[in-house]
């Protein structure tokens, strides 16, 4: 059996129960921490936590080599861990199938998602959110300022009166990214890159979803760019219209200034 386990987004103590006992209850633990981390805890923390020992795989040792993993699945009970919901990733919907290919059964214990908790947090309606993207690096995608490929996306959903959820890039543990440069994007950064192709519009900073002091600030874009929000993990949304609840809730929740 291989069950995939999201440990949610913060804490060793972001786990569900059923995470915890699946977790516990297996012969070998794997986990991946490059598609996203819990910057409330280290390993050490969640090996004490969860009563078990934690082997870590990079981005080649899941997407490229991933035989340890299945051929451990095929004989025993083995659990892969990532931050959030361990399905996000199109890297592990991968894996799965694999697995299945193999003939080794899966399933899939839930952990809260960023998405999730962006709604949650926000007020924005969580059914009126259109696709996400990704906003990287400058350095990482070769070229200058934001993607035509995220532009389009922000566009699109803003013409369909739809949120747009902009995921920060990380850049820790990549073979491609020198290890003296371990960044997490934070909102300001992401802020000043959007506000050349958006000027003029409002954005909402989500920082540290899931942990005990999440911080919520809507403002432009021009503005948000200028403030610091303290440590990671940071999340960005740019809203499309907004019922009247959600400017309400972005007023009282966000200290947005409705005019």
């Not at 981005?59 to 959030?84: K, M, N, S, W």
């Not at 193999?102 to 998602?113: L, N």
């Not at 997490?184 to 050349?196: F, K, R």
């Amino acid at each position: 059996m291989l069950t995939f386990v999201g440990l949610g987004l913060y804490d060793e103590r972001s786990v569900t129960v059923a995470g915890r006992d699946a977790i516990r209850a297996a012969d070998r633990v794997f986990a991946e921490f490059y598609t996203s981390r819990l910057v409330g805890t280290d390993i050490e923390t969640l090996e004490e936590t969860l009563e078990t020992t934690i082997e870590l795989r990079d981005r080649a040792g899941i997407e490229q080599d991933p035989e340890p993993i299945l051929a451990a699945a095929a004989e025993e009970d083995v659990v892969f861990c990532t931050a959030g919901d361990t399905m996000v990733s199109t890297t592990h919907t991968d894996l799965r199938l694999r697995a299945a290919d193999r003939g080794i059964d899966t399933r899939i214990v839930h952990g809260t998602t960023a998405q999730t908790a962006a709604g949650s947090l926000t007020g924005l309606q969580n059914y009126r959110f259109g696709k996400a993207t990704t906003l990287p690096f400058e350095d990482a995608h070769g070229g200058d300022g934001v993607p035509d490929s995220v532009v389009a996306t922000i566009e699109d959903n803003r013409e369909r009166d739809l949120h747009t959820l902009v995921y920060l890039d990380i850049k820790v543990d990549d073979p491609h990214w020198d290890d003296s440069d371990d960044t997490y994007m934070t909102a300001s950064h992401a802020a000043a890159m959007l506000a050349e192709p958006f000027p003029d519009t409002v954005g909402v900073v989500v920082a540290r979803a899931g942990s005990p002091d999440p911080l919520v600030v809507a403002d432009t874009l021009d503005e948000l760019a200028t403030r610091t929000f303290g440590e990671p993990l940071h999340l960005l949304v740019i809203p499309g219209s907004l019922h009247p609840l959600e400017a309400d809730a972005l007023e009282s929740l966000a200290g947005a200034d409705l005019e």
